[in-house]
């Protein structure tokens, strides 16, 4: 292809981006539009993964067995988002064990949120509270993004983790209308989300290099900032409402901006969990490490006893 | 009679809720993403099941205890399900050999449950039997895929299958709630089932290309209570919330 037919396919892309048509994996593509969706996409696919860790960890010490059912669902749907998002990506030309490869090689990024332990039953409620939340917000902007498969998943995800969201409030509710020991772990919990559920939107906006391209892509709507605004206003009341104090004495609202001005984030405990320094890094990837490694006789087994069915009905049609 | 049904049911349920939890634990660890959702849904679905009868245990018992004081307030000594189910996860066909050992038992066992008069019981295993049904053609497909995968996989899974049949007589024992509830047309002759549960384990083994173990030292005690070391420690897990916070809602 000449240079000049290159720009031409460039600016016709360009143009069905503008026009919101939904890009599909057989058209036609920039490389760098290619990369920049693998590698979100990815990320977002392992951030589920690595997002089931956590919780999962308290799978066999749920309080009680309506609370173990809602949690096994809900992990499970972590699960299935994983796998909607891998094969998303897949899509564009990847392959899940090359993207589990990029993971477990530290090349590929996940959500930093779930380097953070979960010690106590609250923190059950908190995380869907606090990290499902969090990911709606960011997500639900993701439902209009440019490539098809991938606002196709979001849609569908989006409708699970706002369920979450509820359901982990509803976990906290219930904490904040119990005993003292159980208000204390509540809030507890709240405490230690609150600040990485912030980082969650990642850097402030000037420090944020994709930005500007994501925006063109729709990869992004609204910036980290906004994103980060959004959340705080819309979760301080649900604090209050349940008698929790958000732990941040900045916290004060605007009434000009009719928003809540908040403290400063500690930018230097974000770069260090980004950086794979966290409280559970090591935890995550040995556990995802573990389950790949350990579990490859069995997708041997799997794959080798696919061959010998195929072989045997391809006999049997002789 | 009605301390029998009682018992009866929590030797139901007791199996459901012990792999149940056996299974929760593997979320997140499974080796494909597709094999880890499966397990996690027969976890689920247990768990679903144990509601139920425990449920309507607690309504047997007619005092203030409910489904969760019942399953997991009682004492290592309390539970009665088979030793089978307590089995740790050593391994995926380990995982595997056990879910199937159990559930073509459970299939056996819960179609011929339909027929109780107890009518909640009927209900509970005609809901039941359909997620068995898929739980068995699982865990049947995988000891297949394992049994004539690769040379390891084979081994591995034979070496599950030796290790746990041991425990797969005792779920033919009666007790003495078993034999009441039998009498009075509400439970299960387990006895009748051991032939048809031998002959379908062995034609799915044979299918796998494995041997089908000639063992006749078998374990038992689960039903009365007299578990292996490994149930200690996964009650200890169980009741840890409810042991450390007592009396509080959830
Ligand atoms: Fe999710
Ligand atoms: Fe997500
Ligand atoms: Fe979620």
């Known amino acids: 292809m000449s240079e000049e037919q290159i720009k031409n396919l460039e600016e016709q892309f ?121 990911a709606i917000i960011n997500q639900v902007a993701l439902c209009g993004t440019s490539y098809g498969p991938y606002a196709r998943a979001m849609v569908r995800i989006c409708k699970e983790e706002s369920f979450h969201q509820r359901q982990g409030y509803e976990i906290m509710l219930k904490l904040s209308q119990g005993t003292q020991e159980q208000r204390d772990m509540a809030q507890d919990a709240l405490n230690r989300f609150w600040w990485p559920a912030l980082m969650m939107f ?77 409280p559970c890094n090591k935890e995550r990837m040995d556990a995802r490490v573990n389950a790949w490694e350990g579990g490859a006789w069995v997708r041997d087994a799997a794959m080798a006893y696919a061959d010998k069915k195929q072989e045997r009905k391809a006999k049997q049609a002789i | ?140 497909d995988w000891v297949k895929r394992l049994g004539d995968g690769t040379e390891e996989s084979h081994a591995r899974m034979q070496e599950a299958i030796d290790g746990l049949w041991t425990y797969t007589d005792e779920l033919f024992h009666q007790t003495e709630a078993d034999k009441e509830m039998v009498a009075e047309g509400i439970g299960v002759d387990v006895t009748k089932l051991k032939e048809t549960y031998y002959n379908n384990v062995a034609g799915v083994l044979t299918e796998a290309t494995l041997q089908v173990p000639e063992l006749k030292y078998f374990q038992k005690g689960g039903k009365q209570g007299i578990h292996t070391e490994h149930l200690g420690y996964l009650l200890a897990e169980l009741q840890y919330m409810q042991r450390a916070y007592p009396n509080m809602e959830w």
């Open chain 1, 202 to 278: 990642g850097p402030k906006d000037e420090d944020s290099p994709h930005t500007a391209q994501s925006m063109k892509w729709k990869l992004k709507r609204k910036t980290n900032d906004d994103l980060r605004q959004q959340f705080i206003d819309q979760t301080v009341p649900q604090a209050e409402l349940i008698g929790l104090t958000v732990p941040d004495p900045d916290l004060k609202w605007n009434e000009e901006r009719q928003s809540y001005d908040f403290g400063e984030i500690d930018w230097d405990e974000f770069w260090q969990v980004v950086k794979g320094h966290g």
């Open chain 1, 14 to 134: 360009e143009a069905r981006i503008l026009r919101d048509d939904k890009i599909e994996p057989k058209d036609w593509m920039p490389e760098k539009y290619r990369q920049t969706h693998i590698r979100q996409i990815s990320q977002h696919a392992h951030s589920e993964i690595v997002g089931m860790l956590p919780e999962g960890n308290w799978i066999t010490r749920a309080p009680s067995l309506r609370r173990k059912v809602a949690l096994l669902a809900k992990v499970q749907d972590e699960g299935g988002h994983g796998l909607y998002l891998y094969s998303a990506a897949e899509t564009l030309g990847i392959s899940r064990d090359e993207m589990f490869e990029q993971l477990h090689t530290g090349k590929a990024k996940y959500s930093s949120i779930f380097n953070y332990p979960a010690l106590t039953w609250a923190d059950m409620g908190a995380i869907g509270w606090l990290v499902d939340g969090a």
């Open chain 2, 1 to 140: 009679m009605k301390e029998n049904l009682y018992k009866y049911i929590l030797g139901i349920a007791d199996n459901s809720l012990i792999l149940g939890q056996r299974m929760g634990e593997l979320c997140g660890h499974g080796p494909s993403l597709e094999t880890d959702i499966a397990c996690t849904n027969l976890s689920l679905d247990l768990f679903g099941q144990v509601r139920s009868c425990y449920q309507y245990a607690a309504k047997i018992l007619g005092d203030d205890r409910t489904e969760d004081d019942i399953a997991m307030l009682r004492k290592e000594r309390d539970y009665l399900n088979v030793l089978l189910v307590e089995q740790p996860n050593r391994d995926f066909a380990y995982v595997i050999g056990r879910q199937f050992l159990f559930d073509v038992y459970h299939h056996l066992f819960l179609t011929e449950l339909q027929k109780s008069k107890d009518l909640t019981l009927a209900a509970i295993a005609n809901k039941s039997i359909k997620e068995v049904s898929y739980h068995l053609r699982f865990s049947s």
